[in-house]
C-alpha cells in the first residue's frame, strides 16, 4: 500500500474512533430486528424437548441417543462462537445471520425425513448447531456497533426475547403436534426460522454512518477492497491465538474455577428442557408445556432485575450466582418426587429465576474476576467449556434414565453436577471476601503510615 493510502486509511481510522454510535435512531429497528431473532431461534430451542419425545418413538430410538441431537445442536452453538465471529468481521453481521438462518431452517425442514436418527445427528446437530450458533450469537455483535450509553437496555431487552420465546413457542409446539405429526410441526417451526432471514436483511451495518459522516465513500470503499484479504486472514488469525490462549487459567485461580463450576453447570443445563415435559407427560399432566414457558416468563423480569442489582452493587456478582446454581441444584433433586402440576410449576418457576441470574451474571463476574481487559479471551475460553460440557451431558442423563428405568436419575445427575458446580463457585467468592479483606488490610496500613 502507498503512503498516500496509509494516510487515507489513518484519517479514517480516526474519524470511525471520533463516531458517536446512533444510540437510537435506526439502531431502533437493530434493537427491534435483534429481539425478535431471539424470540424465534431462542423459542425454537427450548421447546425442542417437546418435538424430542416424538422424534425417539418414531425412530425407536433409546432415550441417551435421541438426547444427542439437541445436545450436539447446543454443543456445536457454542463452539461455534469464534467461527460466527469471524465471519461477522469478514463479511458483515446481515449476510452471516441470513445464510446461518436459512441453513438452520433448511435443517428443520430436511432433517425429519431422514431414514435415520444419526442422519439427524448430522444434519441438524452438528450442521445445524453451527448455523444456529451463526445467526444467533452474530446477532448480539451488531447491538455494541450500534449503542453506547444505551448499551445495557439494548442488550437486556433483547435477552428478554429468549424467554418470552420459550414462553410463547412451548405451547405452540404443544399444540402443533397434538394437531399435526411432529414432522409437520418442525415444517412450521422451520418455516419461522426462515423469517429471521428476512429480519436478517434489515440489519444495516454501521459502516454505512461512517461513510455519511466522512463523505468519502468512494475513497472508503476502495481502501476496504483492496484490505479484504489481508484484513480476514489477519482476522482469523488473531481469532485463533486469542481462543488458544489458556495461559489465563495458569496465572488466575478463580477464574479456573469458575470455569470448571460453568463445565458442570453446561454439562446438565438444557437436561431439564427435556425431562420436565418428559416427568410431566409420564404423569398424565396434561398442561406438560406450560412448564417449560413458566421457566421462560419468569426468566424475562429476573434478567433485569439481577442486571439492577449488578449495577447497585448491592452484592458481588459471584455471590449471587453461587445462590443461583444451589438453587437450581435443589430444584432438580426434588423435581421427581413433585407429582402435580402445581408443585411442578412453582419448581420450574425458581430454576427459572435460578437460570435467569446463571446466564445473565456471567459478564458481571468475568469482569470483576479477570478485568476488562481479558475479558474477551476469557469469554471465549469459558464458552468453548460451555459448548464442550453441553455435547455430552444430556448423552449421559439418557443413558443412566434407560440403564436404571427410571428418570429419577436424569434428575439427580442434574442436580449433583449443579451441586459441584456451586461448590466452585462458593470457593471463588471466598476467594474474592478474602481478597477484598487483604486490601482494606493494605488500605489501613497505608493510612496509619
Known sequence: MSNEENEERKDIDMDKKKFIKPDGGYGWVILFVAFSISFILDGCMYSFGIVLDEIKTHYNATQEVANLIPSLNTGFLFLSGPISAALAKQFGCRPVIVTGSLVFSLMYFISPYFP??????????????????????????????????????????????????????????????????????????????????????????????????????????????????????????????????????????????????????????????????????????????????????????????????????????????????????????????????????????????????????????????????????????LNMFRGLSCIFGPFIAGFLSEKLKSNLYAFVFCGTSLALAGILSTLVSMITIKSKQKNKTKSLELNSM
Open 116 to 381: 435415520s436418527i444419526y442422519f439427524m445427528k448430522f444434519s441438524f446437530g452438528i450442521v445445524g448447531g453451527i448455523s444456529f450458533g451463526c445467526a444467533y450469537l452474530t446477532n448480539f455483535i451488531i447491538l455494541v456497533d450500534y449503542f453506547d450509553k444505551r448499551l445495557g437496555l439494548a442488550n437486556g431487552l433483547t435477552m428478554s426475547g429468549s424467554g418470552l420465546g420459550n414462553f410463547a413457542f412451548a405451547p405452540l409446539t404443544e399444540f402443533l403436534i397434538g394437531k399435526f405429526k411432529w414432522q409437520s410441526t418442525m415444517l412450521i417451526l422451520g418455516s419461522t426460522i426462515f423469517l429471521c432471514a428476512f429480519l436478517g436483511c434489515l440489519l444495516r451495518p454501521i459502516e454505512y454512518y461512517y461513510k455519511k459522516v466522512r463523505q468519502t465513500e468512494d475513497i472508503d470503499d476502495a481502501i476496504d477492497s483492496n484490505e479484504e484479504p489481508k484484513k480476514a486472514s489477519f482476522i482469523v488469525k488473531n481469532l485463533f491465538n486469542e481462543m488458544t490462549n489458556f495461559k489465563i487459567l495458569k496465572l488466575n485461580t478463580s477464574f479456573l474455577l469458575i470455569t470448571l463450576s460453568n463445565f458442570l453447570i453446561f454439562f446438565v443445563y438444557f437436561i431439564p428442557f427435556i425431562y420436565i415435559p418428559i416427568r410431566a407427560k409420564a404423569l398424565k399432566i396434561a398442561q406438560f408445556a406450560w412448564l417449560i414457558g413458566i421457566i421462560g416468563i419468569v426468566n424475562i423480569p429476573m434478567r433485569i432485575l439481577f442486571g439492577i442489582v449488578c449495577d447497585r452493587k448491592i452484592i458481588k456478582p459471584i455471590h449471587m450466582n453461587s445462590l443461583c446454581i444451589f438453587v437450581a441444584s435443589g430444584c432438580m433433586y426434588t423435581y421427581f418426587y413433585l407429582t402435580t402440576f402445581y408443585s411442578q410449576a412453582v419448581a420450574t418457576a425458581l430454576f427459572g429465576m435460578a437460570a435467569a441470574g446463571i446466564n445473565s451474571l456471567t459478564t458481571p463476574y468475568l469482569v470483576d474476576i479477570v478485568g476488562s481487559e481479558a475479558f474477551a479471551n476469557a469469554n471465549g475460553i
